[in-house]
Protein backbone atom coordinates (compact mmCIF):
# COMPACT_ATOMS: atom_id res chain seq x y z
CA UNK A 1 0.00 0.00 0.00
CA UNK A 2 1.62 3.37 -1.24
CA UNK A 3 1.69 5.75 1.37
CA UNK A 4 -1.09 8.37 -0.27
CA UNK A 5 -3.29 5.09 0.12
CA UNK A 6 -2.11 4.71 3.78
CA UNK A 7 -2.99 8.78 4.50
CA UNK A 8 -6.54 8.26 3.31
CA UNK A 9 -6.95 5.53 5.31
CA UNK A 10 -5.73 6.88 7.84
CA UNK A 11 -8.10 10.07 7.53
CA UNK A 12 -11.31 8.03 6.90
CA UNK A 13 -10.26 6.28 10.47
CA UNK A 14 -9.49 9.59 12.21
CA UNK A 15 -13.47 10.57 11.08
CA UNK A 16 -14.79 7.27 11.89
CA UNK A 17 -13.66 7.62 15.53
CA UNK A 18 -14.57 11.21 16.01
CA UNK A 19 -18.08 10.26 14.74
CA UNK A 20 -18.56 7.71 17.62
CA UNK A 21 -16.99 9.61 19.44
CA UNK A 22 -19.26 12.79 19.11
CA UNK A 23 -22.16 10.30 18.98
CA UNK A 24 -21.55 8.80 22.09
CA UNK A 25 -20.96 11.89 23.68
CA UNK A 26 -24.13 14.12 22.41
CA UNK A 27 -25.67 10.65 23.54
CA UNK A 28 -24.48 10.15 27.03
CA UNK A 29 -25.13 14.17 27.46
CA UNK A 30 -28.54 13.74 26.28
CA UNK A 31 -29.07 10.98 28.38
CA UNK A 32 -28.19 13.00 31.97
CA UNK A 33 -30.25 16.04 30.78
CA UNK A 34 -33.05 13.57 30.43
CA UNK A 35 -32.63 11.82 33.93
CA UNK A 36 -32.21 14.82 35.04
CA UNK A 37 -35.58 16.02 34.11
CA UNK A 38 -37.35 12.64 34.81
CA UNK A 39 -36.26 12.63 38.47
CA UNK A 40 -38.05 15.76 38.90
CA UNK A 41 -41.35 14.26 37.96
CA UNK A 42 -43.64 11.47 39.80
CA UNK A 43 -45.68 11.03 36.75
CA UNK A 44 -45.93 7.09 35.65
CA UNK A 45 -44.90 7.70 32.62
CA UNK A 46 -41.94 10.26 33.53
CA UNK A 47 -40.62 7.43 36.26
CA UNK A 48 -41.24 4.43 33.92
CA UNK A 49 -38.75 6.34 31.36
CA UNK A 50 -36.57 7.10 33.87
CA UNK A 51 -36.03 3.30 34.54
CA UNK A 52 -35.44 2.89 31.22
CA UNK A 53 -32.97 5.42 30.42
CA UNK A 54 -29.95 3.33 30.36
CA UNK A 55 -31.63 0.55 27.74
CA UNK A 56 -32.59 3.37 25.57
CA UNK A 57 -28.84 4.53 25.83
CA UNK A 58 -27.84 1.69 24.83
CA UNK A 59 -30.43 1.09 22.06
CA UNK A 60 -29.36 4.79 20.70
CA UNK A 61 -25.68 3.98 20.75
CA UNK A 62 -26.23 0.46 18.83
CA UNK A 63 -28.60 1.71 16.06
CA UNK A 64 -26.07 4.83 15.82
CA UNK A 65 -22.91 2.60 15.43
CA UNK A 66 -24.71 1.23 13.05
CA UNK A 67 -25.28 3.83 10.95
CA UNK A 68 -22.16 5.13 11.17
CA UNK A 69 -19.85 2.58 10.45
CA UNK A 70 -22.22 1.88 7.78
CA UNK A 71 -21.57 5.08 5.99
CA UNK A 72 -18.06 4.61 6.18
CA UNK A 73 -18.30 1.41 4.99
CA UNK A 74 -19.85 2.35 2.27
CA UNK A 75 -17.41 5.82 1.89
CA UNK A 76 -14.85 4.01 -0.04
CA UNK A 77 -16.87 2.76 -2.31
CA UNK A 78 -18.82 6.06 -3.31
CA UNK A 79 -14.80 7.37 -3.81
CA UNK A 80 -13.99 4.20 -5.67
CA UNK A 81 -17.25 5.34 -8.32
CA UNK A 82 -15.67 8.84 -8.31
CA UNK A 83 -12.70 7.78 -9.45
CA UNK A 84 -13.99 5.81 -11.78
CA UNK A 85 -16.26 8.76 -13.34
CA UNK A 86 -12.67 11.41 -13.01
CA UNK A 87 -11.18 8.50 -15.22
CA UNK A 88 -13.63 9.04 -17.43
CA UNK A 89 -13.37 12.81 -17.53
CA UNK A 90 -9.52 12.77 -17.72
CA UNK A 91 -9.80 11.02 -21.13
CA UNK A 92 -12.54 13.79 -22.35
CA UNK A 93 -11.28 16.37 -25.22
CA UNK A 94 -13.00 19.06 -22.93
CA UNK A 95 -11.92 21.91 -20.61
CA UNK A 96 -13.89 20.60 -17.95
CA UNK A 97 -11.65 19.52 -14.52
CA UNK A 98 -11.73 16.68 -12.23
CA UNK A 99 -13.29 17.45 -8.88
CA UNK A 100 -13.35 14.83 -6.09
CA UNK A 101 -14.17 14.88 -2.51
CA UNK A 102 -11.63 16.28 0.30
CA UNK A 103 -10.21 13.23 1.04
CA UNK A 104 -9.14 13.01 -2.69
CA UNK A 105 -7.84 16.55 -2.85
CA UNK A 106 -4.11 15.03 -4.03
CA UNK A 107 -5.40 12.41 -6.23
CA UNK A 108 -7.87 15.23 -8.01
CA UNK A 109 -4.57 17.26 -8.76
CA UNK A 110 -2.63 14.16 -9.96
CA UNK A 111 -5.77 13.20 -12.56
CA UNK A 112 -5.89 17.01 -13.63
CA UNK A 113 -2.39 17.03 -14.55
CA UNK A 114 -2.74 13.82 -16.22
CA UNK A 115 -5.75 15.26 -18.47
CA UNK A 116 -3.70 18.29 -19.33
CA UNK A 117 -0.70 15.97 -19.88
CA UNK A 118 -2.89 14.25 -22.25
CA UNK A 119 -4.77 17.20 -23.78
CA UNK A 120 -1.68 18.59 -24.61
CA UNK A 121 -0.32 15.33 -25.81
CA UNK A 122 -3.54 15.20 -28.41
CA UNK A 123 -2.87 18.61 -29.31
CA UNK A 124 0.82 17.97 -30.08
CA UNK A 125 0.31 14.77 -32.22
CA UNK A 126 -2.55 16.99 -34.21
CA UNK A 127 0.11 19.30 -34.73
CA UNK A 128 2.93 17.05 -35.84
CA UNK A 129 0.09 15.19 -38.20
CA UNK A 130 -0.67 18.68 -39.58
CA UNK A 131 3.28 19.36 -40.18
CA UNK A 132 3.96 15.73 -41.58
CA UNK A 133 1.11 16.55 -44.13
CA UNK A 134 2.77 20.08 -44.79
CA UNK A 135 6.11 18.69 -45.33
CA UNK A 136 4.97 15.73 -47.53
CA UNK A 137 2.93 18.84 -49.56
CA UNK A 138 6.25 21.04 -49.69
CA UNK A 139 8.13 18.36 -50.67
CA UNK A 140 6.24 16.85 -53.17
CA UNK A 141 6.26 20.32 -54.46
CA UNK A 142 9.98 20.65 -54.77
CA UNK A 143 10.04 17.27 -56.32
CA UNK A 144 7.95 17.97 -58.81
CA UNK A 145 8.90 20.97 -59.96
CA UNK A 146 12.43 20.76 -61.36
CA UNK A 147 11.27 16.71 -62.36
CA UNK A 148 8.65 18.21 -64.41
CA UNK A 149 11.38 21.00 -65.84
CA UNK A 150 13.99 18.12 -66.63
CA UNK A 151 11.45 15.76 -68.10
CA UNK A 152 9.67 18.66 -70.18
CA UNK A 153 13.21 20.34 -71.68
CA UNK A 154 14.29 16.19 -72.39
CA UNK A 155 11.14 15.35 -74.03
CA UNK A 156 11.59 18.45 -76.62
CA UNK A 157 15.53 17.44 -77.48
CA UNK A 158 13.97 13.54 -77.76
CA UNK A 159 10.97 15.16 -80.41
CA UNK A 160 13.70 17.43 -82.10
CA UNK A 161 17.06 15.52 -83.10
CA UNK A 162 18.05 18.21 -85.65
CA UNK A 163 17.42 20.87 -82.79
CA UNK A 164 20.20 23.87 -83.17
CA UNK A 165 23.26 22.67 -81.47
CA UNK A 166 22.96 26.41 -79.41
CA UNK A 167 19.66 25.85 -78.41
CA UNK A 168 19.88 21.91 -77.59
CA UNK A 169 23.34 23.10 -75.41
CA UNK A 170 20.90 25.14 -73.49
CA UNK A 171 18.27 23.10 -72.92
CA UNK A 172 20.70 20.24 -71.70
CA UNK A 173 22.22 23.02 -69.11
CA UNK A 174 18.27 23.82 -67.71
CA UNK A 175 17.67 19.98 -67.26
CA UNK A 176 21.08 19.95 -65.69
CA UNK A 177 20.84 22.08 -63.27
CA UNK A 178 17.10 21.00 -62.23
CA UNK A 179 18.46 17.48 -61.72
CA UNK A 180 20.94 19.19 -59.79
CA UNK A 181 18.55 20.78 -57.51
CA UNK A 182 16.42 18.01 -57.07
CA UNK A 183 19.72 15.97 -56.33
CA UNK A 184 20.54 18.87 -53.78
CA UNK A 185 17.04 18.60 -52.38
CA UNK A 186 16.91 14.78 -51.69
CA UNK A 187 20.26 14.58 -50.28
CA UNK A 188 19.58 17.25 -47.52
CA UNK A 189 16.26 15.51 -46.95
CA UNK A 190 18.21 12.61 -46.17
CA UNK A 191 20.69 14.05 -44.14
CA UNK A 192 17.85 15.44 -41.89
CA UNK A 193 16.07 12.42 -41.51
CA UNK A 194 20.11 11.13 -40.29
CA UNK A 195 20.09 13.79 -37.68
CA UNK A 196 16.09 12.83 -36.71
CA UNK A 197 16.91 9.49 -36.23
CA UNK A 198 19.94 10.15 -34.22
CA UNK A 199 22.01 8.17 -36.91
CA UNK A 200 24.44 10.64 -37.05
CA UNK A 201 28.18 10.40 -34.91
CA UNK A 202 29.70 13.24 -34.35
CA UNK A 203 33.74 13.49 -34.60
CA UNK A 204 35.44 15.91 -32.07
CA UNK A 205 38.45 17.53 -32.64
CA UNK A 206 39.88 20.93 -31.68
CA UNK A 207 38.93 23.55 -34.79
CA UNK A 208 41.07 26.73 -35.50
CA UNK A 209 37.47 28.75 -36.31
CA UNK A 210 39.55 31.34 -38.05
CA UNK A 211 41.25 28.76 -40.58
CA UNK A 212 37.37 27.10 -40.63
CA UNK A 213 35.66 30.33 -41.52
CA UNK A 214 37.82 31.61 -43.94
CA UNK A 215 37.60 28.27 -45.90
CA UNK A 216 34.14 28.26 -45.62
CA UNK A 217 33.83 32.05 -46.95
CA UNK A 218 36.06 31.47 -49.55
CA UNK A 219 33.76 27.98 -50.99
CA UNK A 220 30.79 30.52 -51.50
CA UNK A 221 32.75 33.18 -52.57
CA UNK A 222 30.44 32.81 -55.73
CA UNK A 223 26.99 32.81 -53.72
CA UNK A 224 27.85 36.14 -52.56
CA UNK A 225 29.66 38.03 -55.52
CA UNK A 226 26.76 37.33 -57.12
CA UNK A 227 24.56 39.72 -55.52
CA UNK A 228 27.63 42.49 -54.66
CA UNK A 229 28.14 41.08 -50.84
CA UNK A 230 31.28 40.54 -48.88
CA UNK A 231 31.73 38.11 -45.63
CA UNK A 232 34.04 39.40 -42.89
CA UNK A 233 35.37 37.87 -40.16
CA UNK A 234 36.55 39.35 -37.06
CA UNK A 235 37.35 36.95 -33.49
CA UNK A 236 40.14 37.08 -31.13
CA UNK A 237 43.26 35.51 -31.86
CA UNK A 238 43.57 31.85 -30.97
CA UNK A 239 40.25 31.18 -30.85
CA UNK A 240 39.59 27.52 -31.20
CA UNK A 241 36.12 24.79 -30.09
CA UNK A 242 35.76 21.14 -29.78
CA UNK A 243 34.10 20.47 -32.86
CA UNK A 244 33.23 18.11 -35.74
CA UNK A 245 34.79 19.76 -38.43
CA UNK A 246 32.86 18.94 -41.13
CA UNK A 247 29.62 19.45 -39.44
CA UNK A 248 30.71 22.55 -37.80
CA UNK A 249 31.47 24.04 -41.82
CA UNK A 250 28.31 22.41 -42.97
CA UNK A 251 26.35 24.93 -40.36
CA UNK A 252 28.49 28.11 -41.70
CA UNK A 253 28.09 26.79 -44.89
CA UNK A 254 24.01 26.77 -44.32
CA UNK A 255 24.16 30.02 -42.57
CA UNK A 256 26.20 32.33 -44.90
CA UNK A 257 23.91 31.09 -47.88
CA UNK A 258 21.01 32.13 -45.88
CA UNK A 259 22.41 35.35 -45.31
CA UNK A 260 23.35 35.70 -48.86
CA UNK A 261 20.05 34.76 -49.82
CA UNK A 262 18.26 37.43 -47.58
CA UNK A 263 20.60 40.74 -47.77
CA UNK A 264 20.55 43.76 -49.14
CA UNK A 265 22.30 43.83 -52.50
CA UNK A 266 26.05 45.17 -51.87
CA UNK A 267 25.87 45.09 -48.29
CA UNK A 268 28.36 43.07 -45.64
CA UNK A 269 28.04 39.95 -44.34
CA UNK A 270 29.47 40.04 -40.64
CA UNK A 271 30.60 37.05 -38.83
CA UNK A 272 32.16 37.40 -35.32
CA UNK A 273 33.08 35.20 -32.55
CA UNK A 274 34.14 36.09 -28.68
CA UNK A 275 35.15 33.42 -25.96
CA UNK A 276 32.47 33.32 -22.96
CA UNK A 277 33.02 32.64 -19.46
CA UNK A 278 32.56 28.43 -20.72
CA UNK A 279 31.49 28.76 -24.01
CA UNK A 280 32.04 30.57 -27.49
CA UNK A 281 29.34 32.89 -29.36
CA UNK A 282 29.34 33.11 -33.22
CA UNK A 283 26.93 35.79 -34.78
CA UNK A 284 26.29 35.91 -37.92
CA UNK A 285 24.71 39.43 -39.05
CA UNK A 286 23.81 40.53 -42.24
CA UNK A 287 21.31 43.33 -43.67
CA UNK A 288 18.15 42.61 -45.06
CA UNK A 289 14.11 42.97 -44.61
CA UNK A 290 13.33 42.51 -40.80
CA UNK A 291 11.85 39.46 -40.14
CA UNK A 292 8.53 39.53 -38.05
CA UNK A 293 8.45 37.38 -34.94
CA UNK A 294 5.94 35.02 -36.04
CA UNK A 295 8.25 33.79 -38.59
CA UNK A 296 11.57 33.84 -36.39
CA UNK A 297 9.73 31.60 -33.98
CA UNK A 298 9.27 28.93 -36.86
CA UNK A 299 12.71 30.26 -38.19
CA UNK A 300 14.18 26.74 -37.69
CA UNK A 301 11.34 24.37 -38.83
CA UNK A 302 11.55 21.93 -41.64
CA UNK A 303 10.40 23.36 -45.11
CA UNK A 304 10.54 26.59 -43.50
CA UNK A 305 10.38 30.00 -45.93
CA UNK A 306 10.53 33.65 -45.52
CA UNK A 307 10.01 33.72 -49.41
CA UNK A 308 8.86 31.30 -51.51
CA UNK A 309 9.79 32.88 -54.90
CA UNK A 310 13.59 33.56 -53.98
CA UNK A 311 14.27 30.17 -52.72
CA UNK A 312 12.82 28.53 -55.88
CA UNK A 313 15.28 30.87 -57.50
CA UNK A 314 18.18 29.77 -55.53
CA UNK A 315 17.48 26.39 -55.06
CA UNK A 316 16.91 26.48 -51.36
CA UNK A 317 14.59 23.85 -50.08
CA UNK A 318 14.04 25.05 -46.42
CA UNK A 319 16.29 22.29 -44.77
CA UNK A 320 19.52 24.52 -44.49
CA UNK A 321 18.39 26.21 -40.98
CA UNK A 322 16.88 22.89 -39.22
CA UNK A 323 20.05 20.84 -40.51
CA UNK A 324 22.30 23.70 -38.62
CA UNK A 325 20.11 23.75 -35.69
CA UNK A 326 20.48 19.86 -35.43
CA UNK A 327 23.99 19.71 -35.68
CA UNK A 328 24.51 22.44 -32.85
CA UNK A 329 22.42 20.73 -30.50
CA UNK A 330 24.60 17.73 -31.08
CA UNK A 331 27.51 19.79 -29.90
CA UNK A 332 25.79 20.36 -26.72
CA UNK A 333 25.33 23.95 -28.01
CA UNK A 334 22.13 26.15 -29.13
CA UNK A 335 21.54 28.39 -32.43
CA UNK A 336 18.95 31.46 -31.90
CA UNK A 337 17.89 34.21 -35.00
CA UNK A 338 16.59 37.72 -33.85
CA UNK A 339 15.78 40.64 -36.35
CA UNK A 340 15.02 44.18 -36.02
CA UNK A 341 15.89 47.29 -37.60
CA UNK A 342 16.41 45.88 -40.95
CA UNK A 343 19.24 43.51 -39.40
CA UNK A 344 19.23 39.80 -39.36
CA UNK A 345 21.69 37.93 -36.77
CA UNK A 346 21.93 34.35 -35.94
CA UNK A 347 23.62 33.35 -32.81
CA UNK A 348 25.55 30.38 -31.76
CA UNK A 349 26.58 29.13 -28.61
CA UNK A 350 29.08 26.24 -28.47
CA UNK A 351 30.77 24.74 -25.18
CA UNK A 352 34.42 25.34 -24.73
CA UNK A 353 35.02 21.80 -23.73
CA UNK A 354 32.92 18.55 -24.38
Partial sequence: MSNKEMATEKRLKVRLYLSLLVYTVVGYGL??????IFSKFDNGIFAWLYWRLGPL?????????????????????????EVIDATQTVYEQNSHTVSLSDPL?????????????????????????????????YLAHDIRTPLTTVIGYLSLLHEAPDMPEQQKEK???????????????????????????????????????????????????????????????T????????????????????????????????TEITIFAKRLEHDIQITFENHG?????????????????????????????????????????????KITASSQNETIDFVITLPLSA
Fill in 57 to 81: FILYLVIGFVCIFNYYWKKPWDYLD
Fill in 31 to 36: TLILDY
Fill in 105 to 137: KELEAQLNQIKMSVLLSKRAAKQAEEKKNEIIM
Fill in 235 to 266: AEDNLSVNADPEKLARVFSNLLRNAASYSYPQ
Fill in 171 to 233: YVKVALNKAERLEKLINELFEITKYNAHRVIIKKENVDLHCLIAQVIDEIYPTLSANGNTAVF
Fill in 289 to 333: KTIPQEQLNSIFEKFNRLDDARLSNTGGAGLGLSIAEEIIHLHGG
